[in-house]
């Protein structure tokens, strides 16, 4: 089956920073969400995105299904945004390990 | 809005206990699912049904059976829990994507 990575595995940042999540994927993908878990382990839609780009006030997100690939953008990050980031693809409904972000203030 | 349902937050049971975990969405989804969530391994797919009365086996099927016998309603059976299913459960539905979560339910196995 499709394999998907994660990378980082975990990030830690100051708050005001940006960063960039990346999620491979080893085959042609049909669908891509990514999700947001909180803290208190609820799983929040952040972005479906097969492809193309796609924004959502400080975050966006970007997928080149032809290079595998979908990046993750937080800009001026919040301690709000700490948690865990997980990609999925729905080949197979396959997620990532997922990168855990700590914003510190 | 979507709302998808877990009925328990937290769960505790003991070994070789038929366990019940029950997932109620109220978006007449055809699609739901169910996961189990472990440190470092992300979500990994349990079972999943398209229709009433159908299930499909996901990765990780052994050890868990499901039942579909109303559209709003996937439930997950732990026929004889055991340690190893000591886990945050978690359950979605959709109507094609995006998938909607509910909250989870950490089940505890003692």
């Known amino acids: 089956g499709i394999q998907v990575e994660q990378s980082p595995p975990d990030l830690i940042l100051q708050e005001g920073a940006n960063s960039t999540l990346r999620c491979n994927f080893s085959d042609s993908v049909n669908n891509l969400q990514w999700f947001h878990q909180n803290p208190w382990g609820q799983l929040i839609n952040l972005f479906y995105?097969?492809?193309g780009t796609k924004q959502n006030g400080r975050l966006s997100a970007t997928t080149v299904a032809t290079e595998r690939y979908s990046l993750l953008y937080i800009s001026s990050s919040q301690t709000t945004d700490s948690g865990v980031y997980f990609c999925a693809v729905y080949n197979d409904m396959r997620f990532g390990a997922g990168t855990r972000l700590t914003v510190k203030p | 809005d979507v709302k998808v349902t877990q009925s328990s937050r937290y769960l505790v049971k003991r070994t070789g206990e038929k366990v019940f975990l029950e997932c109620v969405q109220d978006?007449?989804?055809?699609?739901m699912f169910w996961y189990r969530q472990d440190p470092g391994l992300g979500l990994r797919l349990i079972y999943f049904?398209?229709?009433?009365?159908?299930?499909e086996k996901g990765d990780i099927p052994e050890g868990y059976s499901v039942s579909r016998e109303k559209k709003e309603r996937f439930s997950l059976i732990l026929e004889s829990a055991s340690t190893n299913q000591t886990s945050m459960y978690l359950c979605?539905?959709?109507?094609?994507?995006?998938?909607?979560f509910g909250d989870g339910t950490r089940l505890s196995i003692l």
């Open positions: 978006m007449d989804h055809e699609n």
């Open positions: 049904s398209y229709d009433v009365k159908m299930k």
């Open positions: 979605a539905s959709s109507l094609g994507q995006p998938q909607h």
């Open positions: 995105i097969p492809s």
